[in-house]
């Protein structure tokens, strides 16, 4: 029997894998989901239930969260990393740490292959197989899904042929919940128009009433809620219950995906948005204009190659390096209004804050230079720009 391990997350596409591998091929299939955060432990009970139904070998969860924020998260909140300037990467850098986890998971147990539920036509089935070819060359890769081309409808009978149990309707949208958001796909995702309804989404609105919420960074990271001391996990985690009750963090990405065509996805990350915003302001007050700059285009580009797979790339540590070294200094508090499906900052206060009062106030007063200092630069400052049109009498016509 040939031992495969099936990165299994409990959904449509991994519960047709489970089932299909045993079943079909008699393969001796290994489960094992790789918890980012994004589920409660009521939750993987029932996974690992539905799970031990489909007569597979063994099931198993890694807790990877805490991993997660050290050696992803904590880069895309000091990037300030907003895919296409709207998604903050909520799927594709956790499917990097669970591909990892999932890789040396196979090599531990000495699986033969690792199987996922990956389609043809995503971004997942690349992060996958780029991961486990390099961290375990000699595994086979399967894919049923992508292989055999089925359709959501045709796994959905499948399973019902063979006595499966599951919210089928539920099902008809493709749901991954992580610490860092959770992505949405459905039929309204697959064409230009369509928005997704209010029930698609894993949190409902059931808060009206603004609330204010301030968020303290030490360095770049967040260090407490409201006052509230917390590690940064669970920061993030308080955010999100404070916040996803008001609807906010609901958006649709549209962007290039690695295999070269258009594709959408709804997604709701409160705190994501709430924390990349907040701590962008944080940085304005913080930062120097270049250091803001360079960071910028290296962000960007962090941003850009992590979502499609390439976290194992050394160019991504030393990017990481520049990143944190430019956090020496953003430490502060930022206050937040929370509304109905939306966000307002508020301001921020911080004793590295470079608006200070006593160098001049914008528009109204400076301490720092006079009058005459300020006609001596602008004469430097645009001196080349002069000198070119004068020499190419440019503007004789003008």
């Not at 998260?73 to 990467?89: A, D, E, H, R, S």
């Not at 308080?238 to 962007?255: T, Y």
């Amino acid at each position: 029997m040939k031992k495969v391990l099936l990165a299994y997350s409990g959904g449509l596409d991994t519960t047709y894998c489970a089932l299909y591998l045993s079943k079909i091929k008699g393969f001796e299939v290994h489960a094992v989901m790789v918890n980012t955060g994004g589920f409660d432990q009521s939750e993987l009970s029932e996974v690992e239930k539905r799970a031990a139904a489909l007569g597979i070998a063994s099931f198993e969860v890694l807790d990877v969260t805490q991993e997660y924020y050290d050696k992803v998260i904590k880069f895309l909140i000091f990037g300030n990393v907003l895919k296409n300037q709207t998604y903050p990467l909520s799927v594709s850098a956790e499917r990097i740490v669970q591909a990892k986890a999932i890789a040396e998971h196979a090599k531990k147990i000495n699986a033969a292959a690792i199987a996922h539920g990956s389609t043809g036509a995503g971004n997942d089935q690349v992060r996958f197989d780029m991961i486990f070819q390099t961290i375990h060359p000699a595994a086979e890769i399967i894919t049923p899904i992508r292989d055999l081309k089925l359709s959501r409808e045709e796994e959905i009978s499948f399973l019902k042929e063979h006595g499966v149990q599951m919210n089928f309707e539920k099902a008809a949208y493709s749901i991954n919940k992580g610490i860092w958001g959770t992505s949405v796909g459905g039929k309204e995702t697959l064409t230009s128009h369509g928005s997704l309804p209010d029930e698609a989404y894993p949190t409902q609105f059931t808060k009206s009433e603004p609330e204010t919420l301030e968020i303290t960074f030490e360095k770049g990271e967040i260090a407490a809620v409201n006052g509230e001391s917390l590690d940064p996990v669970k920061a993030i985690q308080k955010i999100q219950s404070l916040a996803a009750p008001f609807a906010i963090g609901r958006d649709i990405h549209v962007g290039d995906t690695i295999i070269g065509i258009k594709g959408r996805v709804g997604f709701e990350a409160a705190a994501a948005l709430i924390i990349i915003k907040a701590h962008q302001l944080l940085e304005k007050h913080t930062l120097t204009k270049w250091q803001t700059f360079w960071k910028n285009q290296l962000s960007e580009f962090y941003g850009t190659h992590l979502h499609e797979g390439h976290y194992l790339d050394p160019a991504m540590r030393n990017m990481e390096a520049f990143m944190s070294d430019t956090q020496q200094f953003v430490t502060g508090k930022v206050s937040v209004e929370l509304l109905p499906y939306r966000f307002k900052l508020i301001g921020i206060s911080s004793e590295h804050d470079l608006m200070s009062a006593k160098f001049g106030s914008y528009g109204e007063m400076n301490t720092g230079w006079t009058g005459d200092d300020v006609k001596g630069f602008t004469k430097i400052f645009g001196n080349q720009t002069s000198i070119f049109h004068q020499v190419n009498k440019t503007l004789d016509n003008d």
